[in-house]
């Protein structure tokens, strides 16, 4: 009996130990796997980021057809369109001074991940929640936009104009030539600039 009871404490120590060992070893190989392979963590975290961005940019483009059906021909038939959203994200806070959105070629269909920020607090978009679409009529307009960025100064208010009625840019506003926006705060449409003091550019790390 007492031969019994040693064996089979004998057994359960030597199970505890490999348990223990394979324990061990396996998370060995996690923290060796992530040293190893860090691309494959920050990758799928930014893919992430990439569907986040695109959900919200569809959502700026479903708001602003909603408020003003006539915007999806002009949308379609542009050159280029970019939508921007600070709300419906989880990269961001909802009713912040920046925002993230895409740039699209209807032409060639390629997308780049912008980013907006606030230039001087207070003079644009404050504490709203908001969602932007700028087209453009032409391919050097949407990559001027893209690659060189856009600033909207605090002056750009009397400048810009609205799409008379009727007109394939109604409730849109001019705000260079060949550059259109609309703009969706809450649930209607703003009429007079509100994204003063604003500025777009490329984002470096979605892109």
């Known amino acids: 009996m007492r031969n019994a009871r040693k064996r089979l404490f004998s057994e359960d120590s030597t199970t505890v130990k490999i348990g223990g060992i394979m324990k061990r070893r396996t998370m060995a190989l996690a923290m060796i796997s992530a040293v190893a392979f860090p691309r494959a963590a920050l990758a799928a975290t930014k893919e992430e980021s990439q569907a986040d ?43 912040s001074g920046t925002g993230k959105g895409v740039a699209v070629n ?72 060949g550059v259109w926006l609309y703009q969706v705060s809450g649930d209607s449409l703003a009429l007079e600039l509100t994204a003063k003091g604003t500025k777009y550019y490329k984002d470096g790390d979605l892109n």
């Open 53 to 95: 961005v695109r959900k919200a940019a569809q959502q700026a483009l479903a708001a602003v057809y909603k408020v003003q059906p006539s915007a999806r021909k002009a949308v379609e038939s542009a050159a280029g369109y970019a939508a921007f959203s600070n709300f419906g994200m989880k990269l961001l806070l909802a009713g």
């Open 106 to 177: 209807n032409k060639t269909k390629a997308m780049t991940y912008m980013k907006m920020a606030e230039v001087q607090a207070g003079l644009g978009i404050g504490v709203k929640k908001f969602q932007l679409v700028w087209v453009f009529d032409t391919e050097a307009a949407l990559n001027n936009f893209v690659n060189s960025g856009w600033e909207i100064g605090a002056q750009a208010t009397a400048s810009a104009k609205a799409g008379e009625k009727g007109t394939s840019y109604q409730g849109a506003l001019s705000v260079a030539p």
